[in-house]
């Protein structure tokens, strides 16, 4: 249970912020909204598309959105300026390594391993994983336009 709290609680926060409503409301609509997708989850191709969910995650979302987070603060943020805060609320000191590692190693082996997924997709289609990709990504380039469209 403190899982799913901790993993909604997230969207929650950036719901009652962004459009300004009460604590209770964006539970009840969070909840609402995540209670309709789990359904789909409940019928006989329920496992056969949380495989194809969960695929789409490891091979698109994850991977990808790693990549892009380490190519914006690598190179778009100024990252050095980030060491000092880092060392100074850390156990773990961080250096030019983490630098080299965050800019150049980490980005180029993530997209390594993106396109292999890709490339795996696309050589060994299936129609199904296909359509299902193709819905997801639709659903979250509409969906990120949208909420970015909306004035907080």
Sequence with gaps: MTSIIGMIEPVINSVLHKFKMSRKKSVTIVCAIACMFSLIFTI??????????????????????????????????????????????????????WVIIIKYVLPIFIIIMWLMGVSNLLLNPELINLIVYSIITVLILTASGVLYKIKS
């Excluded at 190179?75 to 880092?86: A, E, G, Q, R, V």
């Design 44 to 97: 006989n191709i329920g496992s056969y598309l949380v495989g194809i969910v969960d695929g789409f995650a490891n091979t698109f979302g994850i991977l990808l959105f790693v990549a892009i987070q380490c190519v914006i603060f690598g190179w778009i943020y100024d990252i050095k300026s980030l060491i000092p805060i880092l060392n100074e609320n850390s156990r773990i000191k961080v250096g030019k390594t």
